[in-house]
């Protein structure tokens, strides 16, 4: 079983940055594909970004790609997003999820953070 906690959302203006973060429990984390994912207000839960179990391949969304880059640090148990260029269509809140393989299906992530809200002004 894994717990994840995501942290470092909130407001900032269109074009800033913020680094999300998202921290896990159990000794297995390494061993998992991580995802983010975000959802807007009346919207469904879309795919943002994963990153498999070593860091070595990651996978993004169209819409993200060249502004958000996702890493983890495996000794930390934790698994960051850092969004940079945000716009304002950007807001929503940003889910961590732990999954079995890269995949843009959120079907395929068993575990879930609370989530975290990011708003960004225009």
């Known amino acids: 079983q894994v717990q994840l906690v995501e942290s470092g959302g909130g407001l900032v203006q269109a074009g800033g940055s913020l680094r999300l973060s998202c921290a896990a429990s159990g000794r297995t984390f390494s061993s998992y594909t991580m995802g983010w994912f975000s959802q807007a207000p009346g919207k469904e839960r879309e795919f943002v970004g994963a990153i498999t179990w070593s860091g070595g391949t990651t996978s993004y969304a169209d819409s993200v790609k060249g502004r958000f880059t996702i890493s983890r640090d495996n000794a930390k148990n934790t698994v960051y997003l850092q969004m940079n260029s945000l716009k304002p269509e950007d807001t929503a809140v940003y889910y961590c999820?732990?999954?079995?393989?890269?995949?843009?299906?959120?079907?395929?992530?068993?575990?879930w953070g609370q989530g975290t809200q990011v708003t960004v002004s225009s």
């Open positions: 999820a732990a999954g079995s393989r890269l995949s843009m299906w959120k079907g395929d992530y068993y575990h």
